[in-house]
């Protein structure tokens, strides 16, 4: 079963996918937020088709104590708009820590996270996506 991971941000739409098997996850991009019609939206369920994704999970932004800010009703406001746009199951999972352990492990492999946000935002997806997988077994 594969699976889409959403890290939903302000500018960019960090995105990861599983294998086929729902093992292993890896970053495949983000997609620029164009909060207009064609959107941001579109395009996701274009990746999601192509890849025969069968499931979304997107990422909800906790405070460390565990509350919900003001980017979490964003990012809750956008998962109603997809789920109503695609015909897949979308889930909302915790993303605490997820950029600082993707900023971490690019820097480890010699990267420079601070140049490419993109890449950054796409591995905090699969950060995130890892995670779920490994919950899931």
């Keep these: 079963m594969r699976i889409m991971a959403l890290d939903v941000g ?6 990861a996918l599983s294998d086929p098997t729902g093992l292993l996850a890896t970053p495949f991009g983000a997609v620029d937020r164009k909060h207009a019609e064609p959107s941001d939206i579109d395009e996701i ?11 979304i999970i997107v ?4 405070s460390l104590s565990g509350q919900l800010g003001s980017q979490a009703k964003l990012v809750k406001t956008f998962v109603t708009e997809l789920s109503a746009r695609v015909d897949l199951p979308v889930t909302m999972v915790d993303e605490r820590y997820t950029t600082v352990q993707a900023e971490r492990m ?3 492999s010699g990267r420079q996270p601070s140049r490419d946000r993109g890449l950054v935002d796409a591995s905090a997806a699969a950060v995130m996506l890892q995670a779920y ?5």
């Excluded at 302000?10 to 995105?15: C, L, N, W």
């Excluded at 369920?45 to 499931?55: F, K, L």
């Excluded at 990422?59 to 906790?62: A, E, K, S, V």
Aim: glycine share 6%; charged share 50%.
């Design 59 to 62: 990422g909800l932004p906790r």
């Design 45 to 55: 369920d274009r990746i999601a088709r192509e890849n025969e994704v069968e499931a």
């Design 133 to 137: 997988l490994d919950a899931r077994r």
């Design 10 to 15: 302000d500018r960019r739409i960090g995105v």
């Design 106 to 108: 690019l820097r480890e």
